[in-house]
Each structure stands twice: as structure tokens, then as C-alpha cells.
């Protein structure tokens, strides 16, 4: 069984840095593609930033320039390096793991994170 387990989260001032961390576990062969999702409360999830195995990165707008994603295809984690946070940004992290290939076979699979919070402080 596949397994993503987020860290980082917290709460920060306004201006301040988190790092999120998500590591993927279970007989993985390959990942696609890792990225970050968020929910802040009465909203919808939405894509906050994606990386495929490959090195290519896909942001929201209003994280550009603000947020880094990379990954270590050996030990299947993926990292959000988050700058300038501003209020706006408090929601619940998901991490999300796309294109799941396990080495015992089988249908490639999405999978999810159980969410870590972050929480900016105005």
C-alpha cells in the first residue's frame, strides 16, 4: 500500500518561509508526476504547484515567484519551499503523487496526502 506522509506545516508571520516535505512510501517503481494541492476553509482544493519526474514545474499564479517545488526521484519525496507567505496562503497542504507505478505490478494509481496546515498570521 502506498503511502504519502506530509511534514512542515504550521504557523508563520506574515512574510516568513515553511518548508513542506512529502514522502512516498510503499514498493514504488516510479512517480509521474508530485505536487501540492490546498483547501482553505469554504473553498475548493486547488493545484498549488506540480512536478514531474523529469524536473518540470507547474505553478499557480499567485504562488509564482513565491513558492519552489523539487523532488528526490530516489527517495520519492517531494518539497515545497514556500517565501513571502501572506494570509491568503493559510489553507490545509495535500500532497499528491500522479502516475504511480509499483514494482509488484498492477494499475498505475493516484494517491494523497492526509493534509498538514499552514496557517499565516496577518
Known amino acids: 500500500q502506498v503511502q504519502l506522509v506530509e511534514s512542515g506545516g504550521g504557523l508563520v508571520q506574515y512574510g516568513g518561509s515553511l518548508r513542506l516535505s512529502c514522502a512516498a512510501s510503499?514498493?514504488?517503481?516510479?512517480?509521474?508526476?508530485m505536487g501540492w494541492y490546498r483547501q482553505a476553509p469554504g473553498k475548493q482544493r486547488e493545484l498549488v504547484a506540480t512536478?514531474?519526474?523529469?524536473?518540470?514545474?507547474n505553478y499557480v499564479d499567485s504562488v509564482k515567484g513565491r513558492f519552489t517545488t523539487s523532488r528526490d526521484n530516489a527517495k520519492n519525496t517531494v518539497y515545497l519551499q514556500m517565501n513571502s507567505l501572506k494570509p491568503e496562503d493559510t489553507a490545509v497542504y495535500y500532497c499528491?503523487?500522479?502516475?504511480?507505478?509499483?514494482?509488484?505490478?498492477?494499475?498505475?494509481?493516484?494517491?494523497w496526502g492526509q493534509g498538514t496546515q499552514v496557517t499565516v498570521a496577518s
Open positions: 510503499g514498493n514504488i517503481f516510479s512517480i509521474y508526476v
Open positions: 512536478i514531474t519526474a523529469g524536473g518540470s514545474t
Open positions: 499528491n503523487a500522479d502516475g504511480v507505478r509499483q514494482y509488484n505490478g498492477g494499475r498505475v494509481r493516484t494517491y
